[in-house]
């Protein structure tokens, strides 16, 4: 079975896509996308900034900085330079290193995690302008956004993370923008990367590490793609549509079919950015609205103890993520299993009464009032759910009593529809900065980051994103 192509315009996608990056000028992005872009960029910076007190990335930059050694490239956090390269994967798994970075819903892709390292890193090395930068990164999160909402939640299904496959081409294309390629190079560097994309879900099994690396992955694999292109190196010229074209082979063999149309449709009129969704929790983005419902039922008064059983209503496709298997998801082995748990945070959100990274605590997972009332909570498909648009979730709740008690959320906060404010994300960037960096340098940070369409010189702001480094390597 092949996927479905009826809806492909004549015209073939790399070729499109390549025009309009090639087109693409920081004048043309509305003002109301620039200033997201900001934010977006601001909110990524301050969970890099937040994984920088975590093993997971102090064993990375150990690994980065054994194979390629020093280098020029700023590293998020207080971490000396890396080769570029190095650098822009180190920079990707600090910012989706805690799982708490921002999300596109129809795309389910994280996508400032390849956008906003690889945008960074490239223009510093280059001298690009600061709305060049913007420029790229936005470019990155528009291909990106589609190429994912193409599938329609296919690439989940079967096995792939999307962050990791879709972000691959956005990379490539921003990539090859900063480096100035032309139309038909950005057309091959899309062929390149297409044999570069990658990332399985298979981490959902023991909680490994390496979904983490896959946004810098994706990141590492554009800009190495359009470098080649760049260079001459051919790509295949139907890297989306072709017989073993990124749907066929990762789609179709499963009897998923993608609308290809999605790939293409809308760009320079309607910016996915202002799509994106920025997380008020740091678990997997199809547990919030489940979150969000939890912790609305016990402001209004329920407590635990009254608690008999809860079901948990959530759309059918989210369920091999977060719900299943039901026995390792009620015991989470580690933090960041429990993090792709709705058992365990639907718990810990009734007990606690909030969900940051403090309840996202070794303790919590051995707490024994934690586990019995994992255990008393279920999960079932929500028949009223617009997935993958949103990432609806409802409590239906039964007490010793016999009363139930219900509550519904059909988009969480923060998703198209349910924005937060720029003064939420800064107060959620100040929460992730503080603790690693004084609160002046805090401010610095923001302030830079807020004004960097403005910044003549992409390199000089990267050294302001890292110049509190005071160490000769990692914390």
Not at 91 to 103: E, Q, R
Not at 105 to 126: E, K, M, N, Y
């Amino acid at each position: 079975m092949s996927a479905d192509t009826t809806a492909v315009p004549s015209s073939r996608i790399a070729a499109q896509l390549a025009a309009f990056a090639h087109g693409l000028e920081p004048g043309m992005l509305p003002a109301a996308v620039v200033e997201q872009a900001k934010l977006l960029m601001l909110d990524a910076l301050g969970i890099a900034l937040a994984s920088s007190q975590h093993d997971f990335a102090h064993c990375a930059y150990r690994g980065l900085q054994a194979l390629g050694g020093a280098g020029d490239s700023a590293v998020m956090g207080a971490f000396a330079p890396l080769p570029l390269r190095d650098a822009v994967l180190m920079n990707g798994i600090l910012v989706h290193g805690l799982d708490f970075d921002d999300t596109h819903p129809g795309a389910i892709t994280h996508p400032s995690a390849s956008a906003f390292p690889l945008a960074l890193g490239l223009a510093a090395q280059r001298h690009a302008t600061g709305a060049e930068m913007i420029t790229a990164y936005v470019l990155a999160i528009e291909v990106a956004a589609r190429l994912g909402a193409a599938a329609r939640g296919g690439f989940h299904d079967v096995g792939f993370h999307p962050t990791g496959l879709v972000g691959a081409f956005g990379c490539a294309l921003a990539a090859g923008k900063l480096m100035g390629l032309d139309q038909a190079a950005l057309e091959h560097a899309q062929g390149v990367v297409l044999s570069m994309a990658s990332g399985s879900m298979e981490f959902l099994s023991d909680g490994a590490w390496t979904k983490r690396m896959h946004p810098g992955w994706a990141g590492v694999s554009g800009l190495t793609a359009a470098a080649l292109a760049g260079a001459g190196f051919r790509g295949p010229s139907q890297p989306y549509e072709g017989r073993f074209g990124l749907y066929a082979s990762h789609l179709a063999a499963r009897g998923l079919n993608a609308d290809l149309s999605l790939c293409t449709r809308g760009l320079g009129e309607r910016w996915e950015l202002m799509e994106v969704a920025v997380k008020l929790y740091p678990t997997c983005h199809f547990t919030h609205a489940s979150i969000d419902a939890a912790l609305a039922l016990r402001a209004a008064g329920l407590r635990t103890d009254e608690i008999a059983s809860v079901q948990v209503l959530l759309p059918q496709g989210v369920h091999p993520v977060v719900c299943e298997p039901v026995a390792a998801k009620r015991r989470p082995a580690n933090v960041y299993e429990s993090q792709f748990s709705i058992h365990h945070l639907v718990a810990l959100a009734l007990l606690r009464g909030e969900l940051g990274l403090a309840e996202l605590d070794a303790a919590n997972l051995s707490d024994p009032q934690v586990q019995a009332l994992a255990d008393r909570i279920e999960h079932a498909a929500d028949p009223d759910a617009d997935y993958p648009t949103f990432f609806s979730g409802e409590l239906r709740v039964r007490t010793h009593d016999g009363r139930e008690l219900r509550w519904r959320e059909s988009a969480h906060r923060g998703a198209p529809g349910r924005p937060i404010t720029a003064a939420d994300i800064e107060a959620k960037f100040m929460g992730n900065a503080l603790p690693a960096l004084p609160r002046d340098q805090a401010l610095r940070l923001r302030d830079a980051v807020l004004s960097a369409d403005r910044a003549p010189d992409a390199a000089i702001l990267a050294q302001t994103l890292t110049q509190f480094n005071n160490t000769p390597g990692a914390l």
